[in-house]
T-cell receptor, first 112, second 114 residues
């Protein structure tokens, strides 16, 4: 009965590889998000999707490509991973824009 | 205990005391504000929210105060408990087309001493 789930929880990979993180919400929400949290706990919005449409893309390198196959899923694909991509990535959802967000447990990405 | 100035990265309080966590936000157009709690190894969790047409909102043991004049938000926790130890984030959300772009503050680490 997990509301927002992410897989995998941990991801360790080499520089230059391509990886994906999956996110699913079973709350029936219209809006989904990806955030990046760095080692200092600073949390920054990357993407916002509303009804499967991208509405916010916050100066994220185009190596990062979100995909929303349906309203319940928002996946994040990262090409050519770099050391600076190491962080915890959080998926979140909200009933619609401008409402409280429900966060997933996070995916800790380590790029070696 | 209270974090002073814009915010402090850490706040340490004694169990049973009241805690005040402060936050300065940047966008005067923001009309929705949320406090989140993040425990170690977990995602942020909603605590309480407030819209810009209010200046105070109370929940269970928590109160949020909004001062739009100086763009300041505070979270008050009554009778702080060890389980309240976490990082607390304020988040501001602009209206309308930019409502998908919430901006989070830097976070304040609250430590509750038994």
């Amino acid at each position: 009965d997990t509301a927002v789930s992410q897989t995998p929880k941990y991801l360790v990979t080499q520089m230059g590889n391509d990886k994906s993180i999956k996110c699913e919400q079973n709350l029936g929400h219209d809006t989904m998000y990806w955030y990046k949290q760095d080692s200092k706990k600073f949390l920054k919005i990357m993407f916002s999707y509303n009804n499967k449409e991208l509405i916010i893309n916050e100066t994220v390198p185009n190596r990062f490509s979100p995909k929303s196959p349906d309203k319940a899923h928002l996946n994040l694909h990262i090409n050519s991973l770099e050391l600076g991509d190491s962080a915890v990535y959080f998926c979140a959802s909200s009933p619609s824009l401008g409402h409280e967000q429900f966060f997933g447990p996070g995916t800790r990405l380590t790029v070696l | 205990g209270e974090s002073v100035g814009l915010h402090l990265p850490t706040l340490s309080v004694q169990e049973g005391d009241n805690s005040i966590i402060n936050c300065a936000y940047s966008n005067s157009a923001s009309d929705y504000f949320i406090w989140y709690k993040q425990e170690s190894g977990k995602g942020p969790q909603f605590i309480i929210d407030i819209r810009s047409n209010m200046d105070k909102r109370q929940g269970q043991r928590v109160t949020v105060l909004l001062n739009k004049t100086v763009k300041h938000l505070s979270l008050q926790i009554a009778a702080t408990q060890p389980g309240d130890s976490a990082v607390y984030f304020c988040a501001e959300t602009p209206p309308h087309a930019n409502a998908g772009k919430s901006t989070f503050g830097d976070g304040t680490t609250l430590t509750v001493k038994p």
